[in-house]
């Protein structure tokens, strides 16, 4: 009589063999998947069907969310980054004859800054020839005037040139400002704002605005109670659609 052992290598063959069958088969019918449901022995399957109902409907419902999700998320996005793609053409606009201006005092000027929106659009720019006696900052050379802006560098109020004080003075906070815009008292975070001057025939005209930091170095514009000493002009960059210089 032999015993259960002497039939264990072959028992064991006939396993391995009937296994690779089975991967055969399976392999095959992975290439040769059939494209109708009742093929591949899909739970409630119908003949002639190639896609279960429910692998329709889970279909339709994602294919409905992703249009309703991207009705609300393009126009979002568009506004967001559309602008860093829209390029603001220069505007320059003559603000009075160039006897009008003196080098020791600063003349009120309106200058549009929005055409579309009326008197809302307007601007007063403080404007005064250029002194090399006080001008003497090298970024200021080959400037024919000087335009200051009278939106407060904290918040934006306007803020007003007092001749008597040689100030300007922003009565929201208690800004105070130097002949030269720059900051001498209260809580604004950089000098005020300029524009850029040149002489047109016998007008003056004033160009884009910049912002300045205490040493009057040039920047593309920034919003108020953005400081630019330091590590503010990177922590505060200028608006996508500003203005760049
Ligand atoms: S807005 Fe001018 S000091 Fe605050």
């Known amino acids: ?56 409907m889970t279909g339709g419902a994602n294919a409905a969310g992703a249009v309703a999700t991207a009705a609300f ?23 009075g004859a160039e006897s009008l201006f003196t080098e020791f005092n600063y003349v009120p000027v309106v200058l549009t800054l929005n055409p579309t929106i009326g008197e809302a659009g307007k601007t007063t720019v403080y404007v005064r020839k250029f002194n090399a006696a006080i001008d003497n900052d090298p970024y200021d050379k080959g400037t024919p005037y000087i335009a200051i802006t009278s939106r407060c560098a904290h918040l934006g109020c306007p803020v007003r040139w007092v001749d008597a004080a040689e100030r300007f003075i922003c009565p929201c906070h208690g800004g105070v400002y130097d002949l030269l815009g720059r900051p001498v008292g209260g809580p604004p975070v950089r000098p005020l704002d300029r524009f850029y001057t040149r002489v047109n025939g016998e007008q003056v005209e004033l160009g884009p605005r910049f912002s300045v930091n205490s040493e009057l170095r040039r920047f593309s514009p920034r919003d108020p109670g953005e400081p630019l000493d330091g590590i503010g002009q990177y922590l505060y960059p200028s608006r996508p659609g500003a203005q760049k210089l």
């Open 1 to 56: 009589m032999r015993c259960a052992h002497a039939f264990a290598p072959s028992r064991r063959r006939a396993e391995t063999r009937l296994d690779i069958v089975r991967l055969e088969v399976a392999d095959r019918r992975l290439k040769h998947k059939s494209k109708y449901t009742l093929d591949r022995g899909i739970p409630g399957a119908f003949e002639g069907e190639t896609i279960t109902r429910r692998r329709f």
């Open 73 to 95: 998320a393009l126009p979002a996005l568009g506004f967001a980054i559309g602008p860093i793609f829209k390029s603001t053409p220069v505007h320059w606009e003559a603000v």
